[in-house]
């Protein structure tokens, strides 16, 4: 079966959870984001810098985050953090995913296609012959 690339509309809003959700365990600087995300996804989310950067520069500017510059590994690399304002944004954009996820897998139960499954997203995107979701 050929993969075939997912709409890109169907992301709305998922890179900028992710981001938050991902530096909400840790600070990190981009680059080391963008490898956490593909990596801890099994390559079933790849963020690239290009859309990566601009979520932290926008997310920065409001305030969700904030960043400082560090020296890693003998490095000068930016890292981001997340704010208080950021802590409560990524738990009202997780309960509204949430919703969304059980929203979706009720429709897919009701319709005989059945939940996501037990091997998750990534098993349903491998299955249906999805390439790793774009930014």
């Known amino acids: 079966m050929s993969r075939q690339r997912t709409n890109p509309d169907f992301l709305n809003g998922v890179p900028e959870?992710?981001?938050?959700?991902?530096?909400?365990?840790?600070?990190m600087y981009g680059y080391e984001l963008v490898q956490s995300i593909r990596d801890e996804t099994e390559r079933t989310l790849e963020f690239g810098e290009g859309c990566v950067y601009p979520i932290?520069?926008?997310?920065e500017k409001q305030g969700v985050l904030n960043s400082r510059r560090e020296t890693v590994g003998g490095r000068s690399r930016v890292v981001y953090r997340v704010t208080?304002?950021?802590?409560?944004?990524?738990?009202?954009?997780v309960a509204h995913w949430t919703r969304i996820v059980q929203a979706v897998n009720q429709v897919l139960s009701e319709t005989g296609s059945g939940p996501i499954g037990?091997?998750?997203?990534?098993?349903?995107?491998?299955?249906?012959?999805?390439s790793p979701l774009p930014c």
Not at 56 to 59: D, I, P, R, W
């Open 118 to 130: 037990r091997h998750g997203a990534k098993g349903a995107a491998h299955r249906l012959g999805l």
């Open 17 to 27: 959870l992710v981001i938050l959700q991902f530096l909400s365990r840790r600070p």
């Open 84 to 93: 208080q304002s950021g802590s409560k944004r990524l738990a009202r954009s």
């Open 56 to 59: 932290l520069h926008k997310l």
